[in-house]
């Protein structure tokens, strides 16, 4: 399985470790970080792949910047769909794996920092769906043109 | 800088927000800030209590994503406003327990 689907599944397990009884905050919490990082190292993964030398795909992804990488997928979130309708499947799914990935970038935040926050599970489950929404659009426009150049322009490159 | 219409015109948001209503099907109860986010940057968070029956796990999803649907089309935060959207849902009955002021 890869790390993606690893932490989407670990974000699950952590969701569901107390029930019927109530959720401990501090699993809520790790559960929103952990679907975070499944569609942030998916990301990243994908653009190492285009490194043409393997040994250094790890160091490729440690490059990536989470607000460049926001400011990007903010940008693609936003941008209105094309005229022509062949193409507005590939761009819905890109719109909603950017959208995906800044909504879910200020949910770990405040999981990760911000102790007055309480959590339901409701918002944790709607945040591992975002997540797996996002993976599964991924899946499917992975290899389109405007799909690889998202993932340039998450390192911040001009546009 | 260019101030965001959201922070310009405040009047005419909340304007816009009360127009919102009546809201989606499932929204037992909706509220808003407007506040900047882990980055800087103007954002609205949507609080939303949902009915426990549209909270329900095998269909939150599809209900959530509806709502966000609903209410970024009739608003359209990042266009008409400069505000990045932000929805948090929660259930009536796990809010009937936390009492989070912010979900009303």
New interface residues.
């Given amino acids: 399985m890869a790390y993606h689907d690893d932490l989407i599944q670990h974000a699950i397990f952590l969701s569901e470790l107390d029930l019927p009884d ?1 959720p401990k905050q501090v699993r809520l919490r790790r559960a929103v970080s952990a679907a975070y990082y499944g569609v942030f190292h998916l990301l990243t993964t994908e653009a190492a792949q285009n490194w043409k030398h393997s040994s250094q795909r790890d160091r490729f992804a440690r490059l990536f910047d989470h ?1 460049r990488m ?1 400011t990007c997928s ?1 940008k693609v ?2 941008c209105p769909l094309p005229d022509d309708s062949a193409q507005v499947p590939v761009a819905s799914d890109l719109r909603l794996v950017a959208d995906s990935f ?2 879910l ?3 770990r ?2 999981a990760d ?1 911000d102790n007055s926050k ?1 959590w ?4 944790v ?2 945040m591992i ?1 975002l997540a797996e ?1 996002a993976i599964a659009a991924w899946s499917r426009i992975r290899e389109s043109e405007s799909a690889q150049d998202y993932l340039l322009d998450l390192m911040g490159t001009r546009q | 800088m260019i101030l965001p219409r959201a922070v310009a015109q405040p009047a005419e948001l909340v304007e816009h927000l009360n127009a919102l209503a009546p809201f989606p099907s499932g929204v037992a109860n909706l509220r808003y800030t407007v506040d900047n ?3 800087g ?1 103007p ?1 609205i968070f949507f609080w939303i209590t ?1 009915s426990d029956d549209a ?1 329900r ?1 095998a269909v ?2 599809q209900n ?2 509806r709502i966000m649907d609903v209410i970024t089309q009739r608003l359209d935060p ?2 008409q406003w400069g505000l ?1 959207p ?6 009536q009955s ?2 009937a ?2 009492r ?1 002021e912010v979900f009303g």
Avoid at chain 2, 86 to 91: A, D, I, L, T, V
């Fill in positions: 109530e607000g926001k903010s979130a936003s800044v909504k970038q200020q949910a935040h405040t920092y309480v339901s599970r409701t918002q489950y709607e769906a929404d | 986010d882990w980055s940057d954002a949902l909270a796990r939150l999803s959530s994503r990042v266009g990045i932000y929805f948090n849902f929660r259930s796990e809010q327990k936390l989070d």
